[in-house]
């Protein structure tokens, strides 16, 4: 089992910044895919990025290549999404996933974080 818990989501306005924080703990994770997702009221849950755990290789949603920036920190178990130049279009609430697995996918993630809500003011 693998527990995810978000932090650092907020009211911001657009242009500006947010960093999203997941601390993952209860093994070891050595064949493990962090990812992101974000759901917005009224749309489905989308993915935004992923990153394998042991080589850090990453890949990010269309819409936020060149804004976002999934990172890892193996030392604290923990996972970032750095959010730049945000769009009113990010509003959402942010979920924090993990998958038993070293490949990465947009679905079928086996893990979840309790979400955090990202604002952002036009």
């Known amino acids: 089992q693998v527990q995810l818990v978000e932090s650092g989501g907020g009211l911001v306005q657009a242009g500006g910044s947010l960093r999203l924080s997941c601390a993952a703990s209860?093994?070891?994770?050595?064949?493990?895919?962090m990812g992101w997702f974000r759901q917005a009221p009224g749309k489905e849950r989308e993915f935004v990025a992923a990153?394998?755990?042991?080589?850090?290789?990453?890949n990010y949603a269309d819409s936020v290549k060149g804004r976002f920036t999934i990172s890892r920190d193996t030392a604290k178990n923990t996972v970032y999404l750095q959010m730049n130049s945000l769009k009113a279009e990010d509003t959402a609430v942010y979920y924090c996933?993990?998958?038993?697995?070293?490949?990465?996918?947009?679905?079928?993630?086996?893990?979840w974080g309790q979400g955090t809500q990202v604002t952002v003011s036009s």
């Open positions: 996933a993990a998958k038993d697995d070293v490949l990465i996918t947009t679905r079928k993630y086996d893990y």
């Open positions: 990153s394998v755990w042991s080589n850090g290789d990453t």
């Open positions: 209860g093994r070891t994770f050595t064949r493990l895919v």
